[in-house]
T-cell receptor, first 113, second 113 residues
C-alpha cells in the first residue's frame, strides 16, 4: 500500500532564506510525482510535475527532485518571499488502480518578513 | 477563463438534507475527479470519471452519488447529510493516463450543522 509522508509538518523561516521541503513514499512503482500549493481557503495549484523517468524539474525559484529508488522527493525554494507562505502538498500517481493520486498531509510554510 | 470551476464555494446545511455540488472544466480533459479534504487536510479520492464512465469508486457511503452528464461536467449529490460529511470537496480534471497533471477547482466547503 502506497503511503506518502511529508516532513516537516510546519516550517517557519525568515524571508530570503533557501529552504527544502521533503516528501517520501513507500512504493517506488509510480508514474510521477506532483507538488501542489494550497493557500488558505483556496484550491490547489500545481507547481511541478516530475515523471518517473526524470530526476528534477524547475520552475522559477522552485526546483523539485525525484529519487524513485529511495522513495524521496524534495522541493527546493530559493530566496523565499512572504508570498510563498502556503501549505505545500506532494502526491504520487500510482501505476495501478487507475492512476490514483496518493497524497501527503502537507507542509505548512510561513515566511516571515 | 476559469479552468476548473465549482459551485457553490460554501455550503452550510443541516443534517438530513440533500445537497449537490457542481463542477465544470473547460480544459478539454476527458477525466474528472472528486476529492474530499478532511479537517486534518488529508486529500482522498472519492470518484473518477473517464468519458462519462465511472472508473474509480473508493469506499464512500452510497449517500454520495456522482453524475457526469458529459466530459466537461461532474456533479456530486449527497443524500441525508451527516455531521461527518463536513469537509472541503475538490473537483479536478486531467487527460486520461498516468503521465498527465491534474488541475483542481477552488473547492467547496461543506458545513453540516
Amino acid at each position: 500500500k502506497q503511503e506518502v509522508t511529508q516532513i516537516p509538518a510546519a516550517l517557519s523561516v525568515p524571508e530570503g532564506e533557501n529552504l527544502v521541503l521533503n516528501c517520501s513514499f513507500t512504493d517506488s512503482a509510480i508514474y510521477n510525482l506532483q507538488w501542489f500549493r494550497q493557500d488558505p481557503g483556496k484550491g490547489l495549484t500545481s507547481l511541478l510535475l516530475i515523471q518517473s523517468s526524470q530526476r528534477e524539474q524547475t520552475s522559477g525559484r522552485l526546483n523539485a527532485s525525484l529519487d524513485k529508488s529511495s522513495g524521496r522527493s524534495t522541493l527546493y525554494i530559493a530566496a523565499s518571499q512572504p508570498g510563498d507562505s502556503a501549505t505545500y502538498l506532494c502526491a504520487v500517481r500510482r501505476v495501478d488502480s487507475n492512476y490514483q493520486l496518493i497524497w501527503g498531509a502537507g507542509t505548512k510554510l510561513i515566511i516571515k518578513p | 477563463d476559469t479552468a476548473v470551476s465549482q459551485t457553490p464555494k460554501y455550503l452550510v446545511t443541516q443534517m438530513g438534507n440533500d445537497k449537490s455540488i457542481k463542477c465544470e472544466q473547460n480544459l478539454g480533459h476527458d477525466t474528472m475527479y472528486w476529492y474530499k479534504q478532511d479537517s486534518k487536510k488529508f486529500l482522498k479520492i472519492m470518484f473518477s470519471y473517464n468519458n462519462k464512465e465511472l472508473i474509480i469508486n473508493e469506499t464512500v457511503p452510497n449517500r454520495f452519488s456522482p453524475k457526469s452528464p458529459d466530459k466537461a461536467h461532474l456533479n456530486l449529490h449527497i443524500n441525508s447529510l451527516e455531521l461527518g460529511d463536513s469537509a472541503v470537496y475538490f473537483c479536478a480534471s486531467s487527460f486520461s493516463g498516468g503521465v498527465y497533471e491534474q488541475y483542481f477547482g477552488p473547492g467547496t466547503r461543506l458545513t453540516v450543522t
